[in-house]
């Protein structure tokens, strides 16, 4: 589904290469962990995988659903389902959750080819989301993410990809703590937004998110590349031992 091929990435204007050399596939219907050492280029890789602006691609492919990735703009990459949770964490003032999400959904639809979502089936589908994940339902009224909790944003986080259905979730839990509901939040809503058409790449530092989340694979990110791969107990090993057998 997700296919990276020797991608190398730079930053600064091309003078600090990242990302070297690296290649990944996540299979459709699975969830993959990539974990490894601060700086080692993981935010960096979602960055690449976004578009955002200033992380320059110097080689490689990246392939969603077997069309190019890295020749589209970031609108069109969120057409094509591409979702990064960072994406939306911004905090809009003035403009309520519900009209933000409402018109992202649409313009999806719209770069698709698909129909607008009429407003009685929008707010049937966000109040049927909003009561699977137990928030409160002014929350949708609010400013979106404006004076919400850590919890709370997490939680805005995953509704925010259950009523955009994406087809291909990153996910780059950032060094900002994340307290135990934090973590469960994320956990469950991943356990629920898996699919067998939906792939995920999560990536975190806590070995404690994969005890709930049990990922397909783990990976370590070290070195600009994929050092070493393994399975849901390979983070424990990871957890124990840390990275330096990883680290040139
Ligand atoms: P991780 O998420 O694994 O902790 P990052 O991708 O955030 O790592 O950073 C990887 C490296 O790239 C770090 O050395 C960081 O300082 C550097 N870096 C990231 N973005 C930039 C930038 N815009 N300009 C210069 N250096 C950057
Ligand atoms: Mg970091
Ligand atoms: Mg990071």
Known sequence: MLKINNLSATVDDGNKTIIENLSLAVPAGEVHAIMGPNGAGKSTLSYVLTGREGYDVSGGRVTLNGEDLLDMDPEERAAKGLFLSFQYPLEIPGVPTMTFLRTALNAQRKARGEDEISAPEFLKKSKATAKALKMAPDMLRRPLNVGFSG??????????????????????????????????????GVNALRRPDRGMLIITHYQRLLDYI???????????????????????????????????
């Open 151 to 188: 919890g709370e944003k997490k939680r805005m986080e995953i509704f925010q990809m259950m009523m955009l259905e994406p087809s291909f979730i990153v996910m780059d839990e950032t060094d900002s703590g994340l307290d135990v509901d934090a973590l469960r939040i994320v956990a469950d």
């Open 214 to 248: 049990v990922p397909d694979a783990v990976h370590v990110l070290a070195g600009g590349k994929i050092a070493a791969s393994g399975d849901a107990d390979f983070a424990k090993k990871l957890e124990k031992e840390g990275y330096d057998a990883y680290v040139a």
